[in-house]
């Protein structure tokens, strides 16, 4: 009883100090976001026949990078889990731009079985692909496991997004030019600098509520996503591929991420963003500026905010955290693979 009771005490310590720390982290770098002025990339041209897909592309920060691209010429894939909010999307932006290439194709990251078909169904189209982002994310959720039993967080935000870039690099690659790369960003946060990676827990269930704090899955998976490009950049640059790969925080932005937001502090949080956090509109920009910009032609493996390269979390660039995380989450999504597609269970 005594250990038990120890357990459940140094738990909820745990979840107190991960949750101080994001909170810390996130109100510092939202004072530096009031002072520092907004930057917007002013070299982004009409990109005529470039084909892009953005998941979480039906709604906040997704949809305006969505429509960015859209007003730059490029044939945009929405990917998102809800068919009805990706149709109402699309109508929105075609109010806009009636002549828009925009497609819907259902994606749901929570299932690598979903990632699969989203893919075959994009391949089926005979298209190229120049710009992949990863922008869909779940943040502050309660406890959930995905439908291949991982916590949700880890899956949606890194290992579905890290299997489907895998399954879409050979197109990107064949689409890439030596003077117009393919690009895959790869949207991170500020809070990646208070994550932690233990690579041997990877993937591990959680037993007990005492053991599990949302707001470090949260700021976890967002450091295991900067680490994944950093890995890959690697790679990509060893095989001289014309691909190029890098991370982005978007900024304090004000969208539905927040929704699982404590009640008794998200009232607060309402009125701070609506005083005080980035539009969508403005967190796209950043996005739309590595997608984009000519002055990125060739850069890769690198970390931005506010359309600069800054630096991240210092562990972020230990190679061999990098490749043991790879390694791990390659392992992991091979086990999925072959147990939901092919019924092995070794």
Known sequence: MAVSRLKCFTGTLYIIWALLKMYVVGGLALARQILQRHKTATDLHLHTGKVAIVTGGSSGIGFEV????????????????????????????????????????????????????????FLARGLPLHILINNAGVMLMPYKETEDEMEYHFQVNYLGHLYLSKLLLWKLCESGADNSHSRIINVSSVVQSVGCIDVEMLGEKCKHWSQYSPHAAYADSKLAIVLATYYLDANLRAENSKVSINAVH???????????????????????????????????????????SDSLEGRSGEYFDNCSQVSSKG???????????????????????????YGNQD
């Open 250 to 292: 978007p900024g304090i932005v004000n969208t539905p991420l927040y929704r699982h937001v404590h009640w008794g502090i998200k009232w607060l949080l309402d009125v701070v963003a609506r005083l005080t956090y980035k539009t969508p509109v403005q967190g796209a920009d950043g996005i739309l500026f590595l997608a984009l």
């Open 66 to 121: 969505s429509k960015g691209l859209v007003a730059k010429n490029v044939h945009v894939f929405i990917a998102s889990k809800c068919v009805t909010e990706g149709k109402m999307a699309i109508n929105k932006i075609r109010e806009e731009f009636p002549n828009a290439k925009v497609d819907f194709l259902l994606l749901d990251l929570a299932s690598l079985e979903s990632v699969n078909k989203f893919v075959d169904n």
């Open 315 to 341: 562990i972020s660039y230990n190679k061999d955290l990098q490749e043991e995380l790879f390694k791990k989450s390659t392992e992991i999504v091979q086990n999925i693979v072959n147990q939901k597609f």
